[in-house]
């Protein structure tokens, strides 16, 4: 069973920076797909970031697209999101995925507890 655990959340202005980390065990950590989502009350979880087992690829949801950063360190066992020039709209509860393929090729996710992130001054 992966566990995956969040880290970082709070409270920064507008303008600021912060930066998200994220935990997983339980599995080979090269081998997960690792990905940040966000949601908001009533809205659906959104995609923020991912990026691949091997850390070569990466993608941006439009909106955070040259503010954030998603990078890992599988000797660590750990991805983050650095999230610089935060505007008010990126308020939402931060959520860590990891994704594995099964020994039946189908894709398993698993969720961290998700961390708040508040822009306002």
């Known amino acids: 069973q992966v566990q995956v655990v969040e880290s970082g959340g709070g409270l920064v202005q507008p303008g600021g920076s912060l930066r998200l980390s994220c935990a997983a065990s339980?599995?080979?950590?090269?081998?997960?797909?690792m990905s940040w989502y966000r949601q908001t009350p009533g809205k659906e979880r959104d995609l923020v970031a991912d990026i691949s087992s091997d850390g070569t690829s990466t993608n941006y949801a439009d909106s955070v697209k040259g503010r954030f950063t998603i990078s890992r360190d599988n000797a660590k066992r750990t991805v983050s999101l650095q999230m610089n020039s935060l505007k008010p709209e990126d308020t939402a509860v931060y959520y860590c995925n990891a994704r594995r393929v099964s020994v039946l090729g189908k894709e398993v996710d698993y969720w961290g507890q998700g961390t708040q992130v508040t822009v306002s001054s």
């Open positions: 339980g599995f080979t950590f090269s081998r997960l797909a």
